[in-house]
């Protein structure tokens, strides 16, 4: 069973940085890739950033383009998120996403980790 966790977060003033990360954890036969997304009080789930496991390509929401910046490193099955000049409209649970394939026939799944609660201060 493929598991994601995510760490990381916290507090931080408005203008700082902050990095998360996400372990996977659990056998799996591909990775095609990872995301972050985020849900602020209120609002839908929405997606961050994202980054191909293989080619390591990137795409960005455009609220965050240009101030965060996602990666992985293969070998840890791990992926970042190192966010700069934070807003308060940043403040969110961030959640880590994996598209993967458990084994060899099966169909990719979305997984999901328990979250990590990012808050700006202004």
């Known amino acids: 069973q493929v598991q994601l966790e995510e760490s990381g977060g916290g507090l931080v003033q408005a203008g700082g940085s902050l990095k998360l990360s996400c372990i996977v954890s659990g056998p799996f036969f591909s990775m095609d890739d990872m995301s972050w997304y985020r849900q602020a009080p209120g609002k839908e789930r929405a997606f961050v950033a994202l980054?191909?496991?293989?080619?390591?390509?990137?795409d960005y929401a455009d609220s965050v383009k240009g101030r965060f910046t996602i990666s992985r490193d293969n070998a840890k099955n791990t992926m970042y998120l190192q966010m700069s000049s934070l807003k308060s409209e940043d403040t969110a649970i961030y959640y880590c996403?994996?598209?993967?394939?458990?084994?060899?026939?099966?169909?990719?799944?979305?997984?999901w980790g328990q979250g990590t609660q990012v808050t700006v201060s202004s």
């Open positions: 980054v191909k496991w293989s080619s390591g390509s990137t």
């Open positions: 996403n994996a598209r993967a394939r458990p084994s060899l026939f099966a169909r990719h799944i979305n997984y």
